[in-house]
């Protein structure tokens, strides 16, 4: 595995690595849509984000070029936001098992209890943070620390979701 916008092997600079959970869409998905437009000129584009990455390409500078994108499985980063069942997983992720990783290694090995790649420390950091908070891209967008680009205009128009998001405003009138 690489890191994010750079050459060198993860396993010898993962601890000290500055990458953070939004730079997966500041710089890898938008190096990949350049890519992909650069392979196929003059080719309508698309993205297709699974999970986070969903919600990434609002980070991704270069949005505009993709004609429509496509979302599978994009849910919320909020813990209460998930099933019942995997609360007791997920705190023990974020506070015992991943807490402990951090401390012991500096980063998250792949492997172990987590299933998933080697996350540096940043990325985990980040996450967890998320994940205790319902508007957890917003707070960090007032703050200045994630560069959101995706405009609400953009996302109607890419995906063609205004039927959605009026429905969803009149049944928050009705609630009112």
């Known amino acids: 595995m690489i890191s994010a916008g750079s050459a060198i092997p993860v396993r010898k600079t993962l601890p000290e690595s500055s990458i953070d959970y939004p730079d997966w869409g500041r710089l890898d998905m938008t190096a990949a849509l350049d890519h992909l437009e650069a392979l196929a000129p003059g080719v309508p584009l698309a993205t297709l984000g699974h999970s986070v990455g969903g919600q990434f390409v609002g980070f991704m500078q270069n949005h505009s070029k993709a004609a429509r994108h496509a979302f599978v499985a994009v849910g919320t980063g909020y813990w209460r936001g998930h099933k019942l069942r995997s609360i007791p997983r997920e ?30 420390p940043d990325v985990f950091r980040t996450w967890r ?48």
Do not use: D, K, N
């Open 91 to 120: 705190l023990f992720w974020w506070w015992g098992y991943g807490a402990y990783c951090l401390a012991r290694y500096g980063h998250i090995p792949a492997g172990g209890l987590w299933g998933g790649e080697a996350l540096p």
């Open 129 to 176: 943070r998320w994940s205790r908070r319902r508007s957890y891209l917003y707070r960090s967008w007032r703050r200045g620390s994630i560069p959101i680009t995706l405009t609400l205009r953009a996302i109607q128009s890419a995906l063609g979701c205004r039927v959605m998001i009026l429905l969803r405003q009149r049944r928050r009138q009705v609630i009112r």
